[in-house]
């Protein structure tokens, strides 16, 4: 099943309903990936699932990485996926933990200030990255060549038509990323390049 903004609200309701069933504690995630672009309204394209990165605390201003699901909310995921035929082959997998390591080294400075708070329900709110902060993301994604996916995130770069200052601080963090094969830093010029910012892309 392929979720776009027109069947991405529903489920989501579905699954604030479903955490009440559960008798969930409340959540707060932080969200990136297709679904925080079509939340937004950047670009039309469709998403396959809904990516956290983690856990949103609001006193402490700051993301946790949270491992696994608590129990109660892998069966709130799963009970949403039980009652829609067209999500079976992704299971509990339409929501997931997928880009939770890139916590652990760090998100864009003060990403925090441009994160956008959307309430589903009384036990679901998404907090979702902002444009310079899925830029940053979607060009690290898009130059891992260890990824299968990187001529979606190449897609979505050309979609927010990056600024030079906006595509300048997305490198810089890009670049502080661990790269220990020596792999990202070429296939980062190269799309920089693609970008339309050759000058910047020398300097790297």
């Not at 009440?20 to 297709?34: K, M, R, T, Y």
């Not at 067209?86 to 652990?104: A, F, Y």
Request: net charge negative; aromatic share 6%; charged share 25%.
């Amino acid at each position: 099943m392929s979720l776009a903004i027109h069947n991405l609200h529903p489920l989501l309701k579905e699954l604030n309903d479903a955490l009440l069933l559960e008798d969930a504690a409340p959540v707060d995630w932080i969200v990136c990936g297709g679904t925080a672009l079509a939340l937004q309204g950047f670009g039309t394209r469709t998403t396959r699932d809904v990516d956290v990165l983690g856990n949103w605390m609001r006193q402490e201003l700051q993301i946790v990485a949270i491992g696994t699901f608590p129990p109660a909310v892998e069966r709130a995921i799963a009970r949403v996926a039980q009652a829609h035929s067209e999500l079976l082959d992704m299971g509990s997998r339409w929501v997931n933990l997928g880009p939770q390591e890139i916590v652990k080294h760090g998100l864009p400075e003060r990403f925090a200030e441009r994160l956008t708070a959307m309430r589903i329900g009384d036990r679901l709110t998404l907090h979702l990255l902002g444009r310079l902060d899925l830029i940053a993301l979607k060009l690290y994604a898009a130059a891992d060549d260890m990824g299968s996916r990187q001529q979606i995130h190449f897609d979505d770069l050309r979609i927010f038509k990056p600024t030079a200052d906006e595509m300048n601080r997305a490198i810089q963090w890009v670049q502080r990323m661990p790269d220990p094969h020596h792999r990202i830093r070429p296939s980062l010029r190269n799309i920089v390049k693609e970008l339309g910012h050759e000058d910047l892309a020398y300097y790297i």
